[in-house]
T-cell receptor
Framework: AQKVTQAQTEISVVEKEDVTLDCVYE???????LFWYKQPPSGELVFLIR??????QNEISGRYSWNFQKSTSSFNFTITASQVVDSAVYFC??????????????FGGGTRLMVKP | NAGVTQTPKFQVLKTGQSMTLQCAQD?????MYWYRQDPGMGLRLIYY???????DKGEVPNGYNVSRLNKREFSLRLESAAPSQTSVYFC???????????????FGPGTRLTVL
């Protein structure tokens, strides 16, 4: 069965600090997809990134970067020079392909990031 | 282009009452989903519909029913609400249907439901 673990339930940083959110996953499949979503205080879920299991290249988008390591089953998310607007709950999610007629996502419990001015 | 819309945004029910949560998407997506989010937990899948005319159970389907009314709309019904169903409900959609292809899910704004 799929499982996603976000061990950090809450992180508090001061603005301009770098912060890394950890995500560890479990799956028996060789083909799978990993996602990060952001949930700001307003409550909606905002898609950030999608990565398939065959692409281990790190990705950078502005202040955001993602480190995918298959060897440790991790897909960590780093925010560089954090800002108050980054304060949100961040979810990591996993979807495999084999038993996935409907593209089901398994979510981690989320990490609440608080960025203080 | 509104994306995924949900109604209502807030609802308070008494135990035993019934209600239907509505969801619509204007992205011509094939698949639609209903999740619930409980405090301190990630989202859990209730039901999904991989294509118009089909629905399947997710991780936590008990106490719920769904209807894929057409390609755009996917409703979630609570026949006899219980306090354990107090949660935030999210609808989502994705382009892909069946075939082992995993696509990104886009979420609506959520419905906050309280059952007293």
């Amino acid at each position: 069965a799929q499982k996603v673990t976000q061990a950090q339930t809450e992180i508090s940083v001061v603005e301009k600090e770098d912060v890394t959110l950890d995500c560890v996953y479990e799956t028996r499949d060789t083909t799978y997809y990993l996602f990060w979503y952001k949930q700001p205080p307003s409550g909606e879920l905002v898609f950030l990134i999608r990565r398939n299991s065959f692409d281990e290249q790190n990705e950078i988008s502005g202040r955001y970067s993602w480190n995918f390591q298959k060897s440790t089953s991790s897909f960590n998310f780093t925010i560089t020079a954090s800002q108050v607007v980054d304060s949100a709950v961040y979810f990591c999610a996993l979807s495999d392909v084999v038993d996935n007629a409907g593209n089901m996502l398994t979510f981690g419990g989320g990490t609440r990031l608080m960025v203080k001015p | 282009n509104a994306g995924v819309t949900q109604t209502p945004k807030f609802q308070v029910l008494k135990t035993g009452q019934s209600m239907t949560l509505q969801c619509a998407q204007d992205m011509n997506h094939n698949s639609m989903y209903w999740y619930r989010q409980d405090p301190g937990m990630g989202l859990r899948l209730i039901y999904y519909s991989a294509s118009e005319g089909t629905t399947d159970k997710g991780e936590v389907p008990n106490g719920y029913n769904v209807s894929r009314l057409n390609k755009r709309e996917f409703s979630l019904r609570l026949e006899s609400a219980a306090p354990s169903q107090t949660s935030v409900y999210f609808c989502a959609s994705s382009e892909a249907g069946t075939g082992g292809y995993t696509d990104t899910q886009y979420f609506g704004p959520g419905t906050r439901l309280t059952v007293l």
